[in-house]
């Protein structure tokens, strides 16, 4: 939807600055680009003040405003807070749109959004690799689909390994869709390319219906957000919940997980799809101990990689990260579980002795 479809919500923003801490826990801060950076541009209120400027004609697209919007990680925290539901993150990414439209884009946008366009994947590596992580063949034609995602493909295969061996154990048939998965197109709307994703959107849907699935189970909520209410018929799951279901069911049998872990509700899980209790029912059901970090659930703290900011600006993405490690460690707890490759991937650039563990991996772990 164009930034002018928005004009009403960018218009209710009252920019009290609420969206800049949470509701308990003494008021913690909550939204990164505003505790790092520290100007009222760099925050919610201010990204919406901006927005109305640029409507009205009185603020020019320029390098400089372009560089400023790309701190939001859409965590999307703010519209949990907001009394006014101003959906501050499609805002944001609707305005990038506007500046790259005007020519100013970030170096690191522009070499991820052309690796995804050569390469499906945001991370200049081969098409032909997206599958190296496979130890052994897997159908490419089945009623349940386990969408991989480029993360996990090329980042993080420890994930896409841990998924497989869980839902052999549980007795699912299931398959991959091989080289005809592509990305979700979600990285290219973060870095206000919506006419690229598009494609990649249209190509992963056809190849979904093409498979026969009935059933696509996800391990990325990126990817889970992106293409979940554009399968029509097709069910979609993220992992946590698929394999929540498993477990109720009695479909897996499960030791005992020994040690205190601490969970990181992942952005896209938690503020976007409101995916709090799967997690944590899996955790229960493997007997770990958890205790929670002082924000957690729909006041938890972003891991830093979301919007794009992991791609153009990869130190601030890791210093995000590093609040989140340091409120882990006053936990006391012996691992930190994720459910999101990208926030495995930027934690684990952050964490010095703490374990990062993806809960797919965990369960993996703990089959009999």
Same mark, same amino acid.
């Given at each position: 939807m164009p930034l002018k479809d928005y004009r009403l919500n960018i218009y209710d923003c009252p920019k009290t600055g609420t969206c800049t801490t949470t509701r308990a826990y003494n008021w913690l801060p909550s939204c990164p680009p505003f505790e790092r950076f520290l100007f009222e541009s760099y925050f919610a209120g201010g990204f919406m003040f901006m927005a109305r400027q640029f409507l009205e004609g009185r603020l020019k697209p320029s390098q400089k405003l372009a560089e400023i919007i790309s701190t939001c990680t859409t965590c999307g925290f703010c519209g949990e807070i907001c009394g006014n539901s101003v959906p501050a993150p499609k805002i944001v990414d609707e305005f990038k749109a506007e500046l790259v439209k005007a020519g100013f884009v970030l170096p690191g946008h522009k070499e991820a959004t052309d690796s995804i366009t050569k390469n499906y994947n945001p991370y200049g590596k081969s098409h032909e690799k997206r599958g190296a992580w496979m130890k052994e063949h897997l159908p490419t034609r089945t009623e349940v689909v386990y969408f991989v995602g480029c993360t996990t493909a090329y980042r993080r295969p420890e994930i896409a390994k841990a998924v497989v061996k869980v839902l052999k154990a549980a007795g699912v048939n299931f398959g991959v869709m091989g080289p005809e998965e592509w990305c979700c197109g979600e990285p290219l709307v973060r870095m206000g390319r919506p006419d690229l994703a598009d494609k990649m959107i249209e190509h992963d849907i056809e190849a979904v219906k093409a498979a026969g699935a009935k059933t696509v189970v996800f391990s990325c909520p990126h990817c889970y957000t992106t293409l979940k209410d554009k399968l029509g018929n097709v069910e979609s799951f993220h992992v946590t919940q698929y394999l929540d279901n498993l477990l109720k069911a009695r479909k897996l049998r499960l030791k005992k997980t020994e040690g205190k872990v #601490?969970?990181? *509700?992942?952005?896209?899980?938690?503020?976007? #799809?409101?995916?709090? *209790?799967?997690?944590?029912?899996?955790?229960?059901?493997?007997?770990?101990? $958890?205790?929670?970090?002082?924000?957690?659930?729909? *006041?938890?703290?972003?891991?830093?990689?979301?919007?794009?900011?992991?791609?153009?600006?990869? *130190?601030?993405?890791?210093? &995000?990260? #590093?609040?989140?490690?340091?409120?882990?460690?006053? &936990?006391?707890?012996?691992? $930190?579980?994720?459910?999101?490759?990208?926030?495995?991937?930027? $934690?684990?650039?952050?964490?010095?002795?703490?374990?990062?563990?993806?809960?797919?991996? $965990?369960?993996?772990?703990?089959?009999?």
């Amino acid at each position: 939807m164009p930034l002018k479809d928005y004009r009403l919500n960018i218009y209710d923003c009252p920019k009290t600055g609420t969206c800049t801490t949470t509701r308990a826990y003494n008021w913690l801060p909550s939204c990164p680009p505003f505790e790092r950076f520290l100007f009222e541009s760099y925050f919610a209120g201010g990204f919406m003040f901006m927005a109305r400027q640029f409507l009205e004609g009185r603020l020019k697209p320029s390098q400089k405003l372009a560089e400023i919007i790309s701190t939001c990680t859409t965590c999307g925290f703010c519209g949990e807070i907001c009394g006014n539901s101003v959906p501050a993150p499609k805002i944001v990414d609707e305005f990038k749109a506007e500046l790259v439209k005007a020519g100013f884009v970030l170096p690191g946008h522009k070499e991820a959004t052309d690796s995804i366009t050569k390469n499906y994947n945001p991370y200049g590596k081969s098409h032909e690799k997206r599958g190296a992580w496979m130890k052994e063949h897997l159908p490419t034609r089945t009623e349940v689909v386990y969408f991989v995602g480029c993360t996990t493909a090329y980042r993080r295969p420890e994930i896409a390994k841990a998924v497989v061996k869980v839902l052999k154990a549980a007795g699912v048939n299931f398959g991959v869709m091989g080289p005809e998965e592509w990305c979700c197109g979600e990285p290219l709307v973060r870095m206000g390319r919506p006419d690229l994703a598009d494609k990649m959107i249209e190509h992963d849907i056809e190849a979904v219906k093409a498979a026969g699935a009935k059933t696509v189970v996800f391990s990325c909520p990126h990817c889970y957000t992106t293409l979940k209410d554009k399968l029509g018929n097709v069910e979609s799951f993220h992992v946590t919940q698929y394999l929540d279901n498993l477990l109720k069911a009695r479909k897996l049998r499960l030791k005992k997980t020994e040690g205190k872990v #601490t969970y990181h *509700d992942s952005c896209y899980l938690g503020h976007h #799809t409101k995916l709090y *209790d799967p997690p944590r029912e899996i955790l229960k059901a493997v007997g770990a101990e $958890l205790v929670e970090m002082s924000r957690n659930q729909m *006041d938890a703290w972003c891991c830093g990689a979301g919007g794009g900011v992991q791609f153009a600006y990869p *130190d601030y993405a890791v210093w &995000t990260a #590093t609040q989140r490690i340091e409120e882990a460690k006053k &936990t006391e707890a012996e691992t $930190l579980i994720t459910a999101c490759p990208h926030c495995k991937e930027n $934690l684990a650039k952050a964490a010095e002795k703490l374990n990062i563990v993806d809960i797919t991996e $965990l369960i993996a772990k703990a089959i009999e």
